[in-house]
């Protein structure tokens, strides 16, 4: 089946310490999007491909990064996480055709920081 | 630009009664409306979309949602909940441009 694979689905990090998630796809969709998701909220976006193209949001924190080497991969880096990086981190994919286009979400990776 | 009120913070309903999750959206023109549902520590999961046309969708898991314009609402139905279905439940509205804005969630207790 066609899916959005996320791993590791647990990360334990230390304060300060580089952390990198991933996310691949086999949906070979051209946009990639990373959302940050805490405790009873919705999920924030952090940021998207689509193809090559990065788009930042406006509010995102320098600390975090994001790589998208091929149409299946993209990874997300935190710098120097803070016990506020603590969070469910969720990737999804969309084909962008026009508009309304739906997003298919990974199971997430659950971020605790030490 | 767009965004989404979901009113019901928490939602507890017994099982196999009916279940309604109210979701109010703001935006100018047409807008692309979701419902997702995530179980705890997992992914969101797509329950159905409305682009357009008819104004009553069909859904996964027999849930069904009906557009409003009039009320700008898309609210979520299901006619006999069972215990699985004890989640949280996103309602998204799009507007084109491959953002999707997301309501603060319901969450739904399901008691015996």
């Known amino acids: 089946d066609a899916m959005v694979i996320q791993n590791p689905r647990y990360q334990v990090t230390q304060f300060g310490k580089p952390v990198t998630l991933s996310c691949s796809q086999t949906?070979?969709?051209?946009?990639m999007y990373w959302y940050q998701q805490k405790s009873s909220q919705a999920p924030k976006l952090l940021f998207h491909?689509?193809?090559?193209?990065?788009?930042n949001e406006a509010d995102t924190p320098d600390n975090f990064q994001s790589r998208r080497p091929n149409t299946s991969f993209c990874f997300l880096d935190i710098r120097s996480p803070g016990l506020g990086d603590a969070a469910m981190y969720l990737c999804?994919?969309?084909?962008?055709?026009?508009?309304?286009?739906?997003?298919?979400f990974g199971p997430g990776t659950r971020l605790l920081v030490l | 630009a767009q965004s989404v009120t979901q009113p019901d913070i928490h939602i507890t309903v017994s099982e196999g009664a009916s279940l309604e999750l109210r979701c109010n959206y703001s935006?100018?023109?047409?807008?692309?409306l979701f419902w997702y549902v995530q179980s705890p520590g997992q992914g969101l999961q797509l329950l159905l979309k409305?682009?357009?046309?008819?104004?009553l969708v069909q859904g996964i898991k027999g849930f069904e949602a009906e557009f409003k314009r009039s009320q700008s609402s898309f609210n979520l139905r299901k006619p006999s909940v069972h215990w699985s279905d004890a989640a949280e439940y996103f309602c998204?509205?799009?507007?084109?441009?491959?953002?999707?804005?997301f309501g603060a969630g319901t969450t739904v207790t399901v008691r015996a």
């Open positions: 935006y100018g023109a047409t807008p692309y």
């Open positions: 999804a994919t969309s084909e962008l055709r026009g508009g309304g286009e739906t997003q298919y």
């Open positions: 998204a509205v799009g507007a084109g441009d491959y953002k999707l804005s």
């Open positions: 409305y682009f357009s046309g008819d104004t």
């Open positions: 491909y689509y193809d090559k193209d990065f788009n």
């Open positions: 949906l070979n969709h051209n946009v």
